[in-house]
């Protein structure tokens, strides 16, 4: 019997001038997430250029590596700010990264992995998104992978470098051009880990179209 080098079915392509590639445990799992997810994923890219541009967004960025020696501790220094100091709230919508900085302002992962992607390309950075569904739950997490060795730096939990699992399809989406691709492992079903908040947040991600139109109309609010 001869066991397939990919047990998985798996798709890679472009969306506007991002490659993207997903895999999942079936072709439905990639065929949702592709339909769904594309565009959200091409706006969250727009909205995490903005925050680069933005100078506040810059300012906290070089307040955050100023004493860092590596690339590696900018992007942990900066998943630990996000972590410790922004407060996680479920949200409909994506909160710009201009506005998440401030103190009474709170987002979930959606607006977490725009934050820290903005904040990454600031520190010279390149970093994807990536956008898994979970298995053991019946819903999506958004979250950053930096391109140093490739590490994983999720906001919404404590540690920097730990995904969460088990992940039944994702897709990973470029944000800024790197020379490789990032890790694509294949799903898993073994060694669950859903951060507390995170299991708080999962029923959001479900909204599909009605979380597109929430994020232009948060895109428009910049000052």
Request: aromatic share 10%; proline share 7%.
């Amino acid at each position: 019997m001869v066991v397939p080098a990919v047990p998985y079915p798996e798709e890679e392509g472009s969306y506007g001038e991002s490659r993207y590639y997903s895999t999942a445990t079936s072709q439905a799992i990639i065929d949702d997430l592709l339909k769904d997810f594309l565009s959200f994923l091409g706006q969250s890219k727009e909205a995490a250029l903005m925050g680069r541009d933005n100078g506040q967004v810059r300012d906290l960025a070089v307040s955050i590596i100023k004493d860092t020696a590596s690339p590696y501790d900018r992007a942990k220094a900066i998943h630990e700010w996000v972590y410790e100091n922004v407060e996680y709230r479920r949200t409909p919508y994506i909160i710009p990264p201009w506005e998440l900085i401030r103190p009474e302002v709170s987002g979930d992962c959606k607006s977490f992995a725009v934050l820290v992607a903005s904040l990454l390309g600031v520190a010279n950075i390149p970093c994807w998104f990536k956008l898994a569904k979970i298995g053991g739950v019946v819903d999506l997490h958004i979250y950053d992978l930096a391109s140093l060795t490739w590490a994983i730096a999720d906001a919404v939990g404590a540690y920097f470098g730990r995904e969460v699992n088990p992940v039944a399809g994702y897709v990973i989406y470029e944000i800024d051009r790197t020379s490789s691709w990032p890790p694509r492992p294949l799903p898993s079903g073994s060694g669950i880990y859903i951060p507390e908040k995170l299991k708080e947040a999962v029923p959001y991600l479900a909204i599909g179209g009605g979380v597109l139109v929430a994020v232009a109309l948060a895109l428009l609010t910049r000052k």
